[in-house]
């Protein structure tokens, strides 16, 4: 599936791998993904309008740092270090209340490098010692739009994902308003990437919203390596209610295209009840994998235990970083 083994040793020791999403599912991935010999690059859905991103967004016109942040403190060699603190610290009162010690320090940079985001981020690359490269999927600003099966459009990823709208009507179509290009580092690192992962995160938030920019489905279908979807572990109200694993390769497939996709990853381990009471508070479901009608379709499902063992249900960063080495040396 993937490169040969020939081709490594003679262009690059490592092999390189693509992690495409954002959010809490690309933090697991990439934090452990970091600890084995890999050329790593984070590309980072830039689309993001709440809290203290959105704040900063509007005040000092850069582009969203959020979710990059997570994604440089997830490849961070710098581990537990004071500095690696700072930059995750959040104020909790005065006028700086809620943001982020991170999203500040990178405003800052980018307004030092005369407006350059991706310079800045670069930067912080260098400040937190940080193993691979993250990316921001574009470097123009743009805002992401759900329309939903009433024909209702819904404005900001913060209102898709904190629904400010009725929670059961389904989203058919996701946009991004003004359209904007691929960046071409984060083109270059698609084209060269020897293993691609998209996912896990937030379906219409985190990862379609990377594929609605122009040039990066091209890339990946041009990508000669093999290309992997790990399947969210619940769904999400307002976003994916009553999905199955089927809808959400479906939906990723609208955006990306047909026959695409070399594998997906599903978790096989199922959540005690007492974990996942909290979520069904939410109207959030376990995610079970239906099959559908995926006989075009030439991807292999791969069953995995995925599951952290306590605590939140989440990604275990262990579990899928071997699951990914394991395809990756396969």
């Known amino acids: 599936m993937v490169q040969s083994k020939e081709k490594h040793s003679k262009i690059n020791s490592s092999p390189r791998v693509v992690v495409i ?34 704040v900063l967004r509007e005040e000092f016109g850069i582009l969203p740092p959020g979710d990059i942040r997570r994604a440089l403190v997830a490849l961070s060699e710098a581990g537990e270090s004071l500095l690696s603190q700072l930059f995750t610290y959040r104020f909790s009162q005065g006028s700086l209340k809620g943001h982020s010690c991170g999203n500040l320090l990178l405003t800052a940079l980018t307004e030092m490098r005369g407006g350059d985001f991706g310079m800045a981020v670069r930067d912080m690359e260098k400040i937190l ?3 691979g490269k993250v990316v921001p999927v574009t470097l123009m600003e743009t805002n992401l739009y759900a329309e939903l099966e009433n024909g209702e459009v819904i404005a ?7 629904p400010q709208h009725d ?23 698609i084209q060269k990437a020897d293993l691609i992962v998209i996912g896990p995160g937030d379906l219409y938030t985190s990862i379609i919203p990377n594929l609605l920019v122009k040039g990066v489905p091209e890339a990946i279908k041009k990508n000669l390596g093999t290309k992997v979807y790990v399947s969210n572990l619940m769904t999400k109200f307002g976003e ?19 026959n695409i996709l070399d594998i997906v ?15 069904e508070k939410e109207e959030a479901q376990f995610v079970s994998w239906e099959s559908g009608n995926f ?36």
């Not at 991935?29 to 809290?51: Q, W």
């Not at 292999?300 to 990756?328: M, T, Y």
Request: aromatic share 8%.
């Open 167 to 189: 929670g059961h009507l389904k989203i058919t179509k996701a946009y991004l308003q003004p359209a904007c290009s691929i960046n071409p580092r984060a083109q270059e690192a």
């Open 295 to 330: 006989q075009k379709s030439k991807f292999k499902i791969q069953d995995e235990d995925l599951l952290r063992k306590s605590g939140f249900i989440r990604h275990d960063p262990v579990k899928i970083s071997r699951a990914l080495w394991r395809i990756l040396n396969s």
């Open 265 to 279: 990853i599903f978790n096989n381990n199922y959540p005690d009840k007492e974990r996942i009471r909290e979520y």
């Open 129 to 131: 010692a940080v193993k």
């Open 21 to 54: 999403g954002g959010g809490t599912g690309s933090f697991s991935v990439l934090s452990g993904l970091k600890k084995y010999p890999l050329d790593l690059t984070a590309i980072i859905s830039m689309a993001d309008n709440g809290g203290s991103t959105g």
């Open 240 to 258: 994916t209610n009553g999905f199955k694993g089927k809808d959400f390769v479906s939906e990723i497939e609208k955006y990306l295209g047909n």
């Open 156 to 162: 900001g990823e913060t209102s898709i994902d904190i």
